[in-house]
C-alpha cells in the first residue's frame, strides 16, 4: 500500500481529460508556484503574504529561487510576480504514506487585491460527504496554458479506504464521475471557501475519487505557522 500511494503521489501530474477552462478572474485566490520560472504546483492566497500549498510540492524548492504569479488565468502571460523569503512545510509530512500533505510559503511583500487577486477563507469546520466543490488548476494536456477547473463532489471517508485516510483528509470526485486526476498538486478545492489541498490520485481512473489535504484539520497549525 505504500508504493501505492507513492506511484499515485509520482503520477499526480498526469494528462487531465475533460476539464473545462476557467472564465477569466473566477478563481482570484489561485496562484502558480515556480521554481526557476518554470510551473512547479498550484496554490491559493491566504493573506496578502502567505500561500496555501500541499508540502510534497516545496520539499525540493529553495526560497531564493521560486516565485508566485497571481491574478492570471494564464501560465505565461499576465499577473504579477512575487518573490518568496520562506517555505514551510509540516514538519510531521510523511512522503511515504502522504500524511500531513500541507505547507506554506511566505512572499517577500503583500499582494495587492484587486477584483482578479484576493485571498480565500478557509474552512474550519469538518466536511462531510456530498458536498459540492470545485478544484482549478494548470494541467497537462493541450490546454495546459490556461487555468482550468472542474465541479467535484466530496465523498465519505468509507469510500477512500484503499488510500488508507485520516481525519486529515478529505476525498472528492468528478460529480459527473467523469476522470479528472489531481494532476496539479498544491490546488485548491472549494465550496465558498477552501476546504482541500490537492495532494495525490487515482491515475485518472473514470470516476475514482482523488485525495485532498482537510484545510479544516490544520487551522491551529496554519496560525501558528504564519506568525
Avoid at 521554481?35 to 504546483?41: A, G, I, K, R, T
Avoid at 466530496?154 to 479528472?180: G, M, N, P, Y
Avoid at 481512473?205 to 505557522?225: C, H, L, M
Amino acid at each position: 500500500m505504500k508504493l501505492l500511494l507513492v506511484v499515485l503521489l509520482a503520477t499526480g501530474a498526469s494528462a487531465a481529460p475533460h476539464r473545462d477552462l476557467a472564465p477569466e478572474g473566477a478563481y482570484p485566490h489561485q496562484v502558480s508556484l515556480k521554481f526557476l520560472d518554470v510551473h512547479s504546483c498550484g496554490g491559493s492566497i491566504i493573506d496578502e503574504t502567505t500561500i496555501l500549498t500541499a508540502a510534497h510540492c516545496v520539499q525540493s524548492l529553495i526560497p531564493e529561487f521560486t516565485s508566485v504569479i497571481v491574478g492570471t488565468n494564464h501560465l505565461h502571460s499576465g499577473g504579477h510576480q512575487y518573490a518568496v523569503t520562506k517555505i514551510l512545510p509540516h514538519d510531521r509530512y510523511d512522503p511515504i504514506l502522504v500524511k500531513n500533505d500541507i505547507a506554506l510559503v511566505t512572499l517577500e511583500r503583500p499582494i495587492e487585491f484587486n477584483g482578479q487577486v484576493r485571498p480565500i477563507e478557509l474552512e474550519t469546520e469538518h466536511v462531510g460527504g456530498g458536498v459540492d466543490c470545485v478544484v482549478s488548476g494548470w494541467m497537462s494536456g493541450e490546454d495546459a496554458e490556461s487555468l482550468q477547473h472542474i465541479k467535484l463532489k466530496t465523498i465519505e471517508s468509507v469510500t477512500c479506504a484503499t488510500f488508507l485516510i485520516d481525519d486529515t483528509q478529505i476525498c472528492a470526485k468528478s460529480a459527473e464521475e467523469r476522470a479528472h486526476c489531481s494532476a496539479d498538486s498544491g490546488n485548491p478545492l472549494v465550496t465558498d471557501k477552501q476546504i482541500g489541498i490537492a495532494s495525490f490520485g487515482s491515475l485518472c481512473n473514470e470516476g475514482s475519487p482523488d485525495v485532498y489535504t482537510r484545510v479544516s484539520a490544520y487551522e491551529r497549525w496554519i496560525e501558528k505557522s504564519k506568525r
